[in-house]
């Protein structure tokens, strides 16, 4: 049972080009959520998606980024011209049900995409 | 505004130790509480979840307590190993909120 597939591992990105960072979560999980990880600093709460809905988004810069979450395929974080503070970790991370860390069901976590802007 | 903070940022001890990580939050509303772990280039690994209406829970050598009404939590590693060198992060689920607030983590390091 493969865990939640994020691609790609690396990124990198000269300001001003698109990047589009993909994620798969674990088989029977329906609800998506992406962080970040500025060097140095927390990881941070993005966005909150269900399939073709997205349901918290209070924590997605107002500009330049957007994700989805299709009825098929993987989630899309989508960050349109980039600059050099967007250089992070993104990881995300998927649920079987809406409250993370509900009874038995821990939050799982892809290994992350790692953004670097040149 | 919730913020996590965890004490100490960083610790290095010989192995065989038992060891606590310490963990504060400071709106005690929460919902949950968890303590994941973070290998180098690497996701996050939920160790343990207490819910608030709990006090601790234990799996193998970890136990982690909470005193809600404090704003605390702890992690205790018994007889560490070198194995247990990664970053421990502590994370807080707000009621009603669908984002986990993270601290910034305590990078410990077992000297075999």
């Known amino acids: 049972n493969a865990g939640v597939m994020q691609n790609p591992r690396h990124l990198v990105r000269r300001r001003g080009q698109e990047a589009r960072l993909r994620c798969s979560p674990m088989?029977?999980?329906?609800?998506v959520y992406w962080y970040r990880q500025l060097p140095e600093e927390g990881l941070k709460f993005m966005v909150y998606?269900?399939?073709?809905?997205?349901?918290?988004e209070s924590g997605m810069p107002k500009e330049r980024f957007s994700a989805e979450f299709p009825k098929e395929g993987p989630s899309i974080l989508r960050i349109q011209q980039v600059v050099r503070g967007d250089s992070a970790a993104y990881f995300c991370?998927?649920?079987?049900?809406?409250?993370?860390?509900?009874?038995?069901?821990?939050?799982?976590f892809g290994n992350g995409t790692r953004l670097t802007v040149t | 505004k919730q913020e996590v903070t965890q004490i100490p940022a960083a610790l290095s001890v010989p192995e065989g130790e038992n060891l606590v990580l310490n963990c504060s939050f400071t709106?005690?509303?929460?919902?949950?509480l968890q303590w994941f772990r973070q290998d180098p280039g690497k996701g996050l690994t939920s160790l343990l979840l207490?819910?608030?209406?709990?006090r601790e829970q234990t799996s193998g050598r970890l136990n982690a307590s909470l005193d809600k009404s404090s704003g605390r939590s702890t992690l205790y590693i018994a007889a560490s190993q070198p194995g247990d060198s990664a970053t421990y992060l502590c994370?807080?689920?707000?009621?009603?909120?669908?984002?986990?607030?993270f601290g910034k983590g305590t990078h410990l390091i077992i000297q075999p």
């Open positions: 994370a807080v689920r707000r009621g009603g909120a669908d984002g986990l607030t």
């Open positions: 991370a998927s649920s079987p049900y809406r409250e993370q860390g509900a009874r038995n069901s821990p939050l799982h």
């Open positions: 207490i819910q608030s209406s709990q």
């Open positions: 088989k029977g999980h329906s609800h």
């Open positions: 709106d005690s509303a929460i919902y949950n």
């Open positions: 998606l269900q399939k073709e809905n997205i349901i918290d």
